[in-house]
Nanobody
Framework: QVQLVESGGGLVQAGGSLRLSCAASGRSLFSINAMGWYRQAPGKQRELVATITSGGSPKYADSVKGRFTISRDNAKNTVYLQMNSLKPEDTAVYYC?????????WGQGTQVTVSS
């Protein structure tokens, strides 16, 4: 069993920044697990934002490249999403997820709202 808890969401003006955190607990295999950040806007499907391998290699959706940075601290069992130059279209609930070898655990989500 793995528990994921996101934090750091909030209301920010366009052009601002937020840093999301996702803390993992439970099975102590965080350091070998790839992790991902997803988001879901109202009325839209959940979409992948960024992933990071156990070794720290990131990948990003085209819509956030150059603005968002995913990182991890294995000593703290935490993955981060630094979001800069935020746009109103970034408004969504953001979720973290385990990407493997432990698959399919989701956090409860944290709301990010970007005002224009």
């Amino acid at each position: 069993q793995v528990q994921l808890v996101e934090s750091g969401g909030g209301l920010v003006q366009a052009g601002g920044s937020l840093r999301l955190s996702c803390a993992a607990s439970g099975r102590s295999l965080f350091s070998i697990n790839a992790m991902g950040w997803y988001r879901q806007a109202p009325g839209k499907q959940r979409e992948l934002v960024a992933t990071i391998t156990s070794g720290g290699s990131p990948k990003y959706a085209d819509s956030v490249k150059g603005r968002f940075t995913i990182s991890r601290d294995n000593a703290k069992n935490t993955v981060y999403l630094q979001m800069n130059s935020l746009k109103p279209e970034d408004t969504a609930v953001y979720y973290c997820k385990t990407e493997g070898p432990i698959l399919g655990y989701w956090g409860q989500g944290t709301q990010v709202t970007v005002s224009s």
